[in-house]
């Protein structure tokens, strides 16, 4: 009995041992990871895909950014990267930041407050340099100087007070650049003051990053390097997975059903799937008769079955919301008892009683359809819900047909307003009003794609901008959300969920769960083998 | 002879020449440039931003200006810039052939060293149970697609052994590059085989039975030399053409091949540039492409002369 005791607690006492050491973080080993495509370019101000961030956002710093293990990105989980404090000016039309000393670029340079200024200039279009594609300038608009004071000091003054530039300046979209590397070569040839140096990037083949040895924070990263295949079959990819060739899938590209497939032939994979702030939505030219009609609009929205959307495109893996990604892993999105009030979001069937009496009442029958094109980019992610949409707008005497669009022609169509109605996805950088309100709804916006213009709505997204208090912000938000639904601005369908598995060894991963463009950093990842 | 050669040369320029053109327009009529599609891949609609790059890369300017300053450039060894990583084309283009280059005469060896004797084999035993099965063989050769076969053997490698055999670096030594390309010039040749061994089956059963080969048997010409010596010969004629045919032909296969086992070679490196409309590299590679298919129809045609005595060149 006694020798059997001491069996046991000799099985205990190693087991914690291996836990405990298991716990401690390992230096060393690359970590491979495939990637989907090769990616436009390693310039993450130029570029707005997350598969230039997965692998680009490593070989960067932010001033500050989002805690990467803390799955909700939100104004209490902003931490210091390169500014080792923040602070907003009494009027709150400033923001200081105290840069950390000692930081050095990869070739070497220091980095100073100058490069904080080179970089809102570069994005701003206000210095000699210029980046060739500049998506996210409209999103600084409100900063009209940025002033150093010494090399470690920098404010950035603003129009207007905007609680939101801060989570807009901690995204994993806004890195420091310097002033000595001209933007051209940040695309081939980056130089950050990230945990990882680049080394090569070959088209079609791989992306290879190394431990940047001088990284400021000390004792970091834990990784030797790390390695993107570029295997653009998603079949093989998987495979080549569960064969472990690669450490961990691409970020966002596991499915339910694949995760399924995945657990099966490796059960000792990590996979979760999150809300990546992803919405699939409807847009409709409300220029075009008889689009510009707004009871035919309001008759679309009501002929939506969201649910049902969601289980055929993603087995149920998806969610239903207003613009903004609903709770609990969405901050702002609105609450599942104030969208059910909303018109479109309550009981299918009598909503689409609804939406008949209104197409009787235009004339439209069963005999007497109303015939349309749904335009959408040929590329499954869209022809998918697109074909559900078809099928839905059917039961309100809409005879729809679907018409693809080539990839590259999609945006230059809906820019000439050469479409009926279409389908489009829209993702969000960060989840905050202030970037899916003036990117999506505000008039004369770029992406703005319907033309809707509503200049009493406008004044409230300036007015909930500046509110500092968080949840009377929160409440001027729901509000915008439901009117924009109400308006049938752009309705959404759902908002996707998708998901990402690794090998148990590879340690600290988190998902972020309502934004798939901020968790790179990789710089405390680390493998336990 | 020489004056056929220099004909036949003056006719590969010419050829060139009309797929230079031909490729160089249809690539322009194909909806979207580059700048079209970075703008939509950022979801940007912003019209001058646009034509800033369109200038910037020099699209431009008229069509036909752009030909010119392309074939100029080209005669000159200046291949230009790749749209898409903004290095030299030749710097891309170049480490890729050889890994092509290697699939595909891998696949090749593989067609012929295979289709050619099952073939012979399946005519010299016509009608017996091993003729069914070989022609089995070459039926599903032909109609299984060659992705459907690469995932099936990824899959089955999975599997039973727990690894895949796809490319993610570089191989080191010989034995591990052909350990590493084998099973992809397999996957990608045995279509490519079974048609060989079709062809060769009905070309030997055709020549089996003509009178000279029944003379050679009456003067007693053992099987083997009548086989291999007297019939193959004659049989293996319309066999070259097709091996020749099925050379250039191999490049769609290896299009697919080269995704599903993830080989960074042209035929896969050329589909994404022109997804990105990476014109610099569409129009080299195109035009690498017809080349080594022009010049292996020569080689074919200058083949059958040494092959076939009563075919004279004037």
């Avoid at chain 1, 291996?18 to 090769?38: F, M, N």
């Avoid at chain 2, 042209?266 to 080349?291: C, G, K, S, T």
């Avoid at chain 2, 045609?301 to 009563?310: C, G, I, T």
Wanted: with cysteine; hydrophobic share 45%.
């Amino acid at each position: 009995m006694a020798a059997k005791f001491i069996a046991l607690a000799a099985v205990v006492l190693a087991a914690t041992v291996s836990a405990a050491q298991s716990a401690e973080p390992k230096s060393g080993g690359v970590l491979h990871i495939y990637h989907r495509e090769t990616p436009p370019s390693l310039s993450i101000h130029e570029e707005a895909t997350f598969s230039v961030n997965v692998p680009a956002m490593p070989l960067y710093n932010n001033l500050v950014v989002y805690d990467q293990h803390k799955p909700q990105n939100s104004m209490g989980t902003i931490v210091r990267d390169l500014a080792d404090s923040w602070s907003t000016g009494s009027d709150n039309l400033s923001i200081t930041f105290k840069l950390h000393q000692g930081v050095k670029w990869h070739d070497g340079q220091p980095f100073t407050s100058k490069d904080v200024k080179c970089t809102f200039d570069l994005i701003q279009g206000k210095g000699q340099d210029k980046f060739r594609k500049n998506p996210r300038k409209d999103l600084f608009n409100n900063i009209t100087e940025v002033t150093t004071n010494g090399d470690y000091e920098v404010t950035l003054h603003l129009k207007r007070p905007q609680p939101s530039l801060i989570a807009m300046i901690a995204s994993g979209y806004t890195p420091m650049y310097s002033c000595h590397v001209p933007a051209a070569q940040m695309r081939t040839h980056p130089i950050g003051t990230g945990p990882f140096k680049f080394v090569e990037f070959k088209q079609n083949e791989s992306i290879k990053l190394e431990k940047n040895p001088d990284y400021f924070k000390k004792g970091l990263p834990y990784l030797d390097g790390i390695e993107f295949t570029i295997i653009t079959n998603r079949a093989t990819a998987v495979l080549a997975f569960v064969a472990g060739k690669v450490d961990m899938t691409f970020p966002t590209e596991m499915t339910s059903a694949l995760i399924k497939d995945v657990k099966s032939q490796d059960p000792t994979a990590v996979c979760e799937i999150a809300p990546i702030n992803v919405s699939t939505n409807l847009i409709v030219n409300r220029e075009s008769p008889p689009f510009d009609n707004i009871e035919l609009r309001k008759a679309m929205a009501l002929s939506l079955d969201r649910k049902s959307m969601i289980d055929i495109i993603f087995q149920g893996q998806g969610d239903i919301g207003g613009t903004l990604l609903p709770p609990p892993e969405g901050v702002w999105g609105l609450p599942p008892d104030q969208l059910k009030t909303v018109a479109g979001y309550g009981d299918v069937a009598k909503d689409r009683e609804q939406a008949r009496a209104i197409m009787t009442k235009l004339g439209y029958s069963a005999d007497k359809p109303l015939k349309i094109k749904v335009a959408t980019r040929n590329i499954a992610t869209y022809r998918d819900p697109a074909a559900v949409l078809i099928d839905q707008l059917k039961t309100i005497y809409i005879d729809a047909e679907l018409d693809p669009v080539e990839s590259s022609q999609w945006f230059a169509k809906v820019a000439r307003n050469d479409y009926q109605v279409g389908l489009n996805l829209t993702g969000n950088g960060i989840d905050d009003p202030d970037q899916a309100f003036y990117e999506n709804y505000a008039c004369g916006s770029e992406r703005n794609y319907t033309h809707y213009c509503n200049k009493d709505l406008e004044a409230l997204f300036d007015k909930q901008s500046v509110e500092t208090d968080l949840a009377k912000r929160k409440q001027m938000v729901w509000d915008i959300d439901k009117k924009l639904q109400e308006d049938v601005a752009r309705p959404i369908l759902m908002h996707a969920r998708s998901g990402l598995c690794w090998k148990p060894y590879v340690k600290n991963m988190t998902i972020m769960n309502n934004s798939a463009y901020n968790g790179y950093r990789y710089e405390d990842i680390w493998l336990d083998k | 002879m020489g004056t056929y050669l220099i004909r036949r040369f003056f006719l590969m320029l010419l050829t060139l020449f009309g797929i230079s053109v031909l490729i160089f327009t249809l690539l322009r009529i194909v909806p979207g440039n580059i700048a079209d599609i970075v703008f939509n891949a950022a979801g940007m609609i912003d019209v001058a931003e646009k034509a800033k790059l369109e200038r910037e890369l020099g699209l431009d300017q008229p069509i036909a200006v752009q030909y010119v300053q392309w074939i100029n450039g080209l005669a000159h060894g200046d291949l230009g810039y790749s749209y898409v990583s903004e290095k030299p084309a030749l710097q891309e283009i170049a480490p890729r052939i050889p890994i092509t280059a290697k699939l595909a005469g891998l696949a090749l060896l593989f067609a012929v060293s295979l289709g050619v004797p099952l073939g012979v084999l399946s005519a010299v035993k016509q009608n017996s149970a091993l003729d069914y099965v070989l022609r089995v063989i070459s039926l599903s050769g032909l109609s299984m697609p060659a992705f459907w076969l690469g995932l099936l053997i990824l899959m089955g490698f999975v599997k039973f052994f727990g690894t895949i055999p796809i490319y993610t670096r570089p191989p080191e030594g010989f034995w591990n590059s052909l350990a590493l390309f084998a099973i992809p010039a397999a996957a990608v040749g045995f279509r490519s085989s079974a048609l060989i061994m079709r062809l060769t089956r009905s070309s030997m059963l055709e020549v089996l039975r003509q009178d000279y080969i029944r003379t050679a048997r009456a003067k007693g010409a053992t099987d083997a030399n009548v086989n291999y010596h007297h019939a193959l010969r004659n049989a293996v004629l319309p066999v070259v053409t097709v091996i020749g045919l099925e050379a250039a032909f191999l490049m769609g296969g290896l299009i697919v091949t080269e995704t599903v086992f993830n080989i960074p070679g042209v035929a896969r490196f050329l589909v994404e540039a022109i997804r990105w409309r990476d014109y610099p590299i569409v129009q080299n590679l195109v035009m690498f492409i017809a080349f080594v298919a022009v010049a292996i129809n020569f080689l074919v045609d200058v083949l059958y002369a040494s092959l076939d005595p009563r075919i004279k060149y004037s």
